[in-house]
């Protein structure tokens, strides 16, 4: 019998080969970032603006999902679809795909494949160049060892009640990670 494709799953059928999977911090995660950033600017040149290696895998000490989370700014004359042709060049499919303009986003994935998790899992958030949370986020945690103990906990805690729920899991940290990028923006305005 034939394996369903992934793009014919429906999204509880998706959740439960996919499992939310925590694990401590694994210094390969770097690796695998540098190693995606050099992908990256290899095919998209003059068209990336900037690439920055985000979520809890950029954290050194947290708990995380072993996800690697990419932000790429693309240039701003670049035109959604050759994102997605430069996406897809990289052996990245479409997740999402929403706004205009300069709200337009991006995101893919690689790693996903018919058996479960590949050994390497990327997402890549694409955007235009903006004042986006998650690097400041990211940097608050690492600043903050308290903080992301706290966040560490609340993703173990969030994993018990939504292991095969990745929305609610999403939804349920973003008043945690709402609230400190506030903190982060109101520590940084008050060093300037």
């Not at 995660?29 to 992908?39: A, G, N, Q, V």
């Not at 292991?163 to 940084?188: N, Y």
Request: hydrophobic share 35%; net charge negative.
């Amino acid at each position: 019998m034939r394996k369903k494709a992934l793009s014919e799953m429906t999204l509880e059928e998706l959740w439960q080969l996919f499992p939310i999977v925590l694990e401590p911090y694994n210094p390969d995660w770097l690796c695998w970032y540098r190693e995606e950033e050099d992908l990256l600017k290899q095919h998209f040149g003059s068209r990336l603006f900037r690439v920055r290696h985000i979520g809890s895998t950029s954290v050194p000490g947290l708990l995380a999902k072993p996800t690697v989370d990419i932000l790429l700014e693309a240039a701003p004359d670049t035109l959604p679809e050759t994102l997605r042709e430069l996406g897809h060049a990289c052996n990245y499919t479409v997740m999402a795909e929403s706004g205009e303009g300069d709200k337009y986003r991006l995101d893919l994935c690689k790693g996903y494949t018919q058996e479960g998790f590949a050994e390497r899992v990327f997402h890549l958030h694409i955007r235009y160049p903006g004042d986006w949370d998650e690097p400041v986020f990211c940097a608050f945690l690492r600043r903050h060892q308290e903080c992301a103990a706290e966040y560490a906990k609340l993703k173990s805690d969030l994993k018990e009640r939504f292991e095969h729920d990745r929305d609610g899991c999403t939804g349920d940290k973003g008043d945690f990670i709402r609230f400190w990028t506030a903190a982060a923006r109101e520590e940084i305005r008050k060093q300037q």
